[in-house]
């Protein structure tokens, strides 16, 4: 009883966290609606997006798998790993972000005029934030690996997006002029300031690291990280890229309806990854552990807690769902539709469980890309194909659809590779079936593979 306390503590803590800082962005969004127009809201979301996918790209897939790793050298007590794990992300980024500030300066080489030097301008900020936001996730990945979520998640989840409202309020406020390229260097500004405070904090912790002589396995964090990196940008960042790609066909006014709808998916999700973070450690180290009943029944606690608070969260979008959106704008008030599909793939996301750790964990990280691949891919076109006659209610079924089937596929997928049910109603059968009886240790077939 004192361990799910504690871990309800935790959730509470980290979830305010989240709450507020998904607050400040929210109020950012508004202000940017509101004093800039729906047409610079929409370039806004098309930033934030680039950003997103640009870190998953230079962190190459790292910050993925860096919470399985971590927990189990901590669990084998093995600190010399963590170093080297941490050295060998940190010189992966530092490559390519070599690369991409050489393909920058090439492109400034060739074009001088005036009208594009705006845009290489907001390019530098995006160069820039890309960079932060990798070191970021890096080091918030690391710290939960390490069991420390509430001291990984403050930076992203809260100290950024308070700079940021705080930054933006002040140029609204006493700003001369309000132009939208300066919006977007303050999302850099707010990043560049959150590493700041993150390097003063965990100063001592990463003296730690150094401290430690450093140790490799190379080979194997990079057959799982390149996948992932992949699979970051299919799975976790799949809004960022339907956006991006409804850029193309989308009016500002309809990007700027459907970033918002997202927002709000993205604002209610952060319960589901709270919930996620906290459990992620302790299904790691069951699996290290081999301890497959201890294992079923904190996947089962990890389903049936998603699941409750993704079906309050579906009840209040449809209640209050029109009243939320239209404090943006009377005609962000009419796409509830999307709003509440788009929210429902918390639903089956929540009844299927953590199909993508258990693979993870087992080394097979190729039958999750291969998921995101299709499931994407699928989506994609039949958002290409019924835009014109949908509108934007096509983006939100083709993500809704492409969702389920990469959810529905990874359920199998763990199911069969692993010999663990992921879903909630495995872990019901589970319960059924083993009632009181003593953990029973994996199968050696079974445990093996997590050590590929």
Same mark, same amino acid.
Request: charged share 15%; proline share 3%; glycine share 6%.
């Given at each position: 009883?004192?361990?799910?306390? +504690?871990?309800?503590?935790?959730? =509470?803590?980290?979830? %305010?966290?989240?709450?507020?800082?998904?607050?400040?962005?929210?109020?950012?969004?508004?202000?940017?609606?509101?004093?800039?127009?729906?047409?610079?809201?929409?370039? !806004?979301?098309?930033?934030? #997006?680039?950003? #997103?996918?640009?870190?998953?790209?230079?962190?190459?897939?790292?910050?993925?798998? %860096?919470?399985?790793?971590?927990?189990? !050298?901590?669990?084998?007590?093995?600190?010399?790993?963590?170093?080297?794990?941490?050295?060998?992300?940190?010189?992966?980024?530092?490559?390519? =972000?070599?690369?991409?500030?050489?393909?920058?300066?090439?492109? *400034?080489?060739?074009?001088?005029?005036?009208?594009?030097?705006?845009? @290489?301008?907001?390019?530098?900020?995006?160069?820039?934030?890309?960079?932060?936001?990798?070191?970021?996730?890096?080091?918030? $990945?690391?710290?939960?690996?390490?069991?420390? +979520?509430?001291?990984?998640?403050?930076?992203?989840?809260? @100290?950024?997006?308070?700079?940021?409202?705080?930054?933006? $309020?002040?140029?609204? *406020?006493?700003?001369?002029?309000?132009?939208?390229?300066?919006?977007? *260097?303050?999302?850099?500004?707010?990043?560049?300031?959150?590493?700041?405070?993150?390097?003063?904090?965990?100063?001592?912790?990463?003296?730690?690291?150094?401290?430690?002589?450093? =140790?490799?396995?190379?080979?194997?964090?990079?057959?799982?990280?390149?996948?992932?990196?992949?699979?970051?940008?299919? *799975?976790?960042?799949?809004?960022?890229?339907?956006?991006?790609?409804?850029?193309?066909?989308?009016?500002?006014?309809?990007?700027?309806?459907?970033?918002? =709808?997202?927002?709000?998916?993205?604002?209610?999700?952060?319960?589901?990854?709270?919930?996620?973070?906290?459990?992620?450690?302790?299904?790691?180290?069951?699996?290290?552990?081999?301890?497959?009943?201890?294992?079923?029944?904190?996947?089962?606690?990890?389903?049936?807690?998603?699941?409750?608070?993704?079906?309050?969260?579906?009840?209040?979008?449809?209640?209050?769902?029109?009243?939320?959106?239209?404090?943006?704008?009377?005609?962000?008030?009419?796409?509830?539709?999307?709003?509440?599909?788009?929210?429902?793939?918390?639903?089956?996301?929540?009844?299927?469980?953590?199909?993508?750790?258990?693979?993870?964990?087992?080394?097979?990280?190729? !039958?999750?890309?291969?998921?995101?691949?299709?499931?994407?891919?699928?989506?994609?076109?039949?958002?290409?194909?019924?835009?014109?006659?949908?509108?934007?209610?096509?983006?939100?079924?083709?993500?809704?659809?492409?969702?389920?089937?990469?959810?529905?596929?990874?359920?199998?997928?763990?199911?069969?590779?692993?010999?663990?049910?992921?879903?909630?109603?495995?872990?019901?059968?589970?319960?059924?079936?083993?009632?009181?009886?003593?953990?029973?240790?994996? %199968?050696?077939? +079974?445990?093996?593979?997590? !050590?590929?």
């Amino acid at each position: 009883m004192k361990v799910y306390i +504690q871990k309800f503590k935790r959730f =509470c803590l980290i979830f %305010a966290a989240r709450i507020a800082g998904a607050g400040a962005l929210f109020a950012a969004n508004l202000l940017i609606a509101r004093e800039l127009g729906f047409e610079n809201l929409a370039t !806004y979301a098309v930033f934030v #997006s680039l950003v #997103s996918i640009g870190a998953v790209v230079l962190s190459s897939g790292f910050p993925a798998v %860096a919470p399985i790793f971590v927990t189990e !050298y901590s669990t084998l007590d093995k600190p010399g790993y963590i170093k080297g794990f941490a050295k060998k992300a940190l010189g992966q980024g530092a490559k390519l =972000c070599v690369l991409l500030t050489a393909i920058f300066i090439c492109i *400034w080489s060739l074009n001088l005029d005036s009208a594009l030097f705006v845009q @290489i301008d907001v390019v530098i900020a995006i160069i820039l934030a890309i960079c932060a936001s990798a070191l970021l996730n890096l080091n918030g $990945s690391v710290l939960v690996g390490m069991k420390k +979520q509430v001291a990984a998640l403050l930076p992203e989840t809260f @100290i950024r997006p308070v700079v940021f409202l705080t930054f933006l $309020s002040a140029f609204l *406020w006493f700003g001369n002029s309000k132009e939208i390229d300066a919006v977007l *260097w303050l999302i850099t500004g707010s990043l560049l300031v959150t590493c700041g405070i993150i390097a003063l904090r965990d100063r001592k912790l990463h003296k730690s690291i150094i401290s430690e002589k450093s =140790c490799s396995e190379e080979k194997r964090w990079k057959s799982a990280a390149y996948p992932w990196m992949g699979i970051s940008l299919l *799975w976790d960042f799949m809004i960022d890229l339907v956006i991006l790609l409804v850029s193309i066909m989308a009016s500002s006014i309809e990007l700027a309806i459907l970033h918002i =709808c997202f927002r709000y998916r993205v604002l209610a999700g952060f319960g589901m990854r709270t919930i996620h973070t906290l459990m992620m450690p302790e299904i790691t180290q069951d699996c290290v552990e081999k301890d497959k009943q201890k294992l079923q029944s904190n996947i089962f606690l990890l389903n049936s807690v998603s699941l409750v608070y993704s079906l309050a969260v579906l009840l209040a979008f449809t209640l209050f769902g029109s009243y939320a959106l239209a404090i943006f704008s009377p005609e962000a008030a009419s796409s509830v539709p999307v709003l509440l599909l788009v929210s429902s793939t918390m639903i089956f996301r929540a009844a299927l469980g953590p199909g993508p750790l258990l693979l993870a964990i087992h080394g097979l990280h190729k !039958y999750t890309l291969l998921s995101s691949i299709v499931g994407l891919t699928l989506g994609a076109a039949f958002i290409l194909a019924t835009y014109d006659n949908l509108g934007i209610i096509s983006a939100a079924i083709g993500y809704t659809g492409a969702n389920l089937i990469i959810s529905a596929s990874l359920w199998i997928l763990a199911k069969r590779k692993t010999g663990i049910d992921t879903s909630i109603f495995g872990g019901m059968l589970q319960r059924l079936k083993s009632g009181r009886k003593s953990p029973v240790p994996m %199968a050696d077939d +079974q445990a093996k593979s997590i !050590y590929p």
